[in-house]
Every structure is written in structure tokens, then in C-alpha cells.
């Protein structure tokens, strides 16, 4: 049951029940008596029918795709030792070359790991000068 049923189911019983248990001359012309009434039950008999549905379930899971871990560099790279323009540069990556990420992200800052000259570098650098290594170019 959805709380907009709760309340409307709460309308149903707060006029059926003010029709048995209050005077019909309340009923013959709106006034401000009979509208509060009717407010006033609605919104608590609503409440407690909402109160007392059952909590909704989990939401299902959707399908996690687990994202590429090797980019190529899209044109000469920085690599630098912390997130942001004005960490110190490590070494510059250059233009095709294949990094790996390490999973550690800094908003767009990603933490990647790089071969350069024959050694391993870790660095940070913006993810946005890398494309997925299966990525084709149209």
C-alpha cells in the first residue's frame, strides 16, 4: 500500500465515520466545523495507516559494471604526486601509452600507475586526457 492509498483509505473512514457519529445538519452546507473535520481525521487516520505499512524493501541491485582498468593516455599526460594542477609533476606520460588505474579517485583525479623509461611511476593525473584501452576512435 502506497502512503497516497493510506490516506485515501484514511478519507473513506473519516467520512463514513462522520456521517454515523456526527449531526446530518453539520453535513447540509460546507462550514468551517465539518472541514476541519474531515482534515483532521483524514490526516490522522492517513498517518497511522502509513506509519503501520511495512518499510519498503531494499531497492534491487542494479548490474555493476566493473570499469576498464587499462586507459591509454590521450595526449601527453602529467603524472603528478597528488590531485590537482599545482602538486608537483612526476613525469609526463606520453600521447597512446597504456596506464592502469589503481582504483583511487579524487573527483576527476584518478591514481594511476604508468611504465616510463623502463620504471614504474604511481601518480595522479585528470581522467580526462584518458579513454578505456577498448575504447575505438570513430
Do not use: C
Not at 61 to 76: D, T
Not at 101 to 124: L, S
Amino acid at each position: 500500500m502506497t502512503t497516497f492509498a493510506a490516506y485515501g483509505i484514511g478519507l473513506l473512514v473519516t467520512l463514513a465515520l462522520a456521517s454515523m457519529l456526527t449531526p446530518a445538519s453539520w453535513w447540509r452546507r460546507l462550514n468551517a466545523r465539518a472541514m476541519a473535520l474531515v482534515v483532521a481525521g483524514t490526516w490522522g487516520i492517513g498517518a497511522m495507516l502509513a506509519a503501520a505499512m511495512p518499510a519498503p524493501g531494499p531497492a534491487p541491485v542494479s548490474r555493476y559494471e566493473q570499469p576498464a582498468r587499462h586507459y591509454q593516455v590521450f595526449r601527453a599526460l602529467n603524472l603528478r604526486d597528488g590531485t590537482g594542477t599545482s602538486a608537483k609533476r612526476l613525469a609526463v606520460v606520453p600521447a597512446g601509452a597504456i596506464v592502469a588505474a589503481t582504483g583511487m579517485r579524487d573527483g576527476d583525479w584518478w591514481q594511476v600507475r604508468a611504465r616510463i623509461g623502463g620504471a614504474q611511476v604511481t601518480g595522479w593525473a585528470s581522467s580526462l586526457w584518458l579513454r578505456r584501452a577498448d575504447e575505438r576512435r570513430h
